[in-house]
């Protein structure tokens, strides 16, 4: 009867028929011999277990009169099947005699927990105790390392595999294959795969994962047509892996090669058509998979086929539509899929707030991402970022050092992220104390040696103003790269400390840290406010020497030191050969001529731009009539103003207004300027009436020099210009009386004059 039982409960454990088994364990109950039958005790508490009582699991096991090891590993299974490891713990230290499959249990229990740490140290007081680990042993102990990254321990555990004989186990071949994927050590992962006889599809699906997570793409895709070659089952887990693969590879390449307008996605569309070869178009996993590395790719129209055609969407597949959407800036789309998604009966997640948060940040929709991020009921350092950075990317930095406070109150630790925005919008507004507090809160947070924080530091205390702190963390890194070096300098620079910005520039090559076009544009400008051509063409051989030379950003720099040091002409000839230009690099040629009093190459170098298609902006066009200005081609630069917004679009600000009025003052039209002056939107702005006073004095216009120094001081009365200007202008024609007048008055409002410097470049020295 007992054999006949025994079967009867398999049979219910095959079915999940607990009220079946409750019926069979009535039986046991009601025939004494039946209920010292441990064997059949065991049997229900596996019964009971599979089922998820674990109360009447422990009922029986407390009521057994003989548990045997069996009995105790049933319950132990119990307890960690319902994730009470706690209870299991207490239950394993409580066992009379334990064999493999007790430590197997335990070991396992703890490393699907997150564990991994404790699973260890079970699975070394197995080995300590002397049993020899199993298959599922080693499997739970290399996903325990590939967990922790703790690939030296992979690898001590790799050479136990060798002695006991398991290295030809399927199953352990593929978690140490896994292991060893998951460190990204792939030399080695590629070995183990070498060594595999029959790998199956678990091996190579942890070869495309493992080779996705290293960037190798291509050997991804390569492995995967291997795995078909082979005849290798290809099932819905390996096809999802492959999906991750390709949507990788559409987001590097950003949706299109446009060499040959081939669509970057056509390797997932390929996989795509796979899947419904294969008859798993229903799969939910795989449909989402689908939905991703279409959104990656940028290719939303192919995602909104797949959305529509999945019989029953999940949560995960809304919250890839609205990434989607955000990766390519359409938040009212991204915010349109929240409603629908709403509409349907879904329940929005914390994930779906921070999709969202991160498609409004990215279309610059700052204000639905603030609503976004307030419906996250706890936000996590990553939604707290997201929302800091919308801040930041819209300037508004005293908003960051708000929310930034706001997440400490609420105790959510901050990462280095957190902390650099946080440090840069310090920097931004220039407030010591902020970013004071933002260094102490770092010392909780992050590491003292964490180079990225480091490097905010740096560039924090120098835009402050207090270089030498900045210096003092700069020192007292351990390690150093090339960010904090730039960071360094750039304070530096910022400080006007521009020879001790060259002298580090020099120890950071000495270093052997690389530069980077942000080092080499940043030291060029140190050359250019020391006016030092010696050392500009120092760096210019190293610019040509490290293979920047070309680049558009760098190259820009090097013509604007070029021409602040007064040498246009090879300014120029750097500007010829520029295979590639940009706006910004035709803005620094144009103003290197106008600076040095070149006007007519400025104004035929602007029509070179016109011509050659380079839209101008409001720079090139301040440039540009600088030029006319200095020059007097008065003419030309009317032209060039009047053209500005019916041609480019581009409107005329404070800059383009001082310009032009600086040309007809200095061409001595001022009836024209006065008509433009009170026609401008800028007339209580000082920098124009200094403009036209210093005009005034030129031609003698005593009447306009009066009305523009009365405005000077009006707008600025400790401004010492208008009143030294107007002076001039009346002694120069002999008004002494009312010089001698404007004098008293300045001394009377104790209005001081700055004093005036220069400095020279002799024999490879600067002088002042």
Known sequence: MATWLAKLLQGCMDRKAQLTGKVIHGVI??????????????RLIELYSKCGNLGYAHNVFDKMPKPDVYSWNAVLGCCCKAGRLGEAEELFLRMPERNVVSWNTLIGALVRDG???????????????GLVPTHFTLASVFSACGALLDVEKGRKCQGLVVKIGLEENVYVGNALLCMYAKCGVMRDAMQVFGDMAEPNEVTFTAMMGGLKQTDRVVEALEMFRLMCRNGVRVDSVSLSSMLGVCAKGCGESGGCDHSDEIPSNVNGQQIHGLTVKLGFEGDLHLNNSLLDMYAKSADMKSAEKVFASIPEVSVVSWNVMITGYGLIFQSQKAVEYLRRMQSCGFEPDEVTYINLLAACVKSGDIKSGRQMFDNISRPNVISWNAILSGYFQMEDHLEVIKLFREMQFQGVQPDRSTLAIALSSSAAMGILEAGKEIHAASHKAVSDTDIYVASAL??????????EMAKHIFHDMQELD????????TGLSLDSQDKEAFNYFKQMRQHEMLPTQFSYATILSCCAKLASSFQGKQVHAQITKDGYVSDVFVGSTLIGMYCKCGDVDEARNFFDMMPSKSTVTWNEMIHGYAQNGRGDEAVLLYWDMIASAERPDNITFISVLTACSHSGLVNAGIDIFNSMEHKHGVEPVLDHYTCIIDALGRAGRFQEAEVLLDEMPYKDDPVIWEVLLSSCRVHANVSLAKRAAEELIRLDPHNSAPYVLLANIYSSLGRWEEARAVRDLMSDKQVIKDPGYSWIEYEKMVGS
Request: hydrophobic letters at 40%; aromatic letters at 12%; one cysteine or more.
């Open 29 to 42: 109950l009601r025939h004494r011999d039946l209920f010292f039958d441990t064997f059949l005790s065991n």
């Open 458 to 467: 740096i560039g924090m205390y120098s835009k402050c103003g207090k270089t």
């Open 482 to 489: 090339v960010a904090c070096w730039n960071s360094m300098i």
């Open 115 to 129: 564990q991994e740490e404790k699973g260890l140290g079970v699975y070394e007081a197995m080995v300590l105790e």
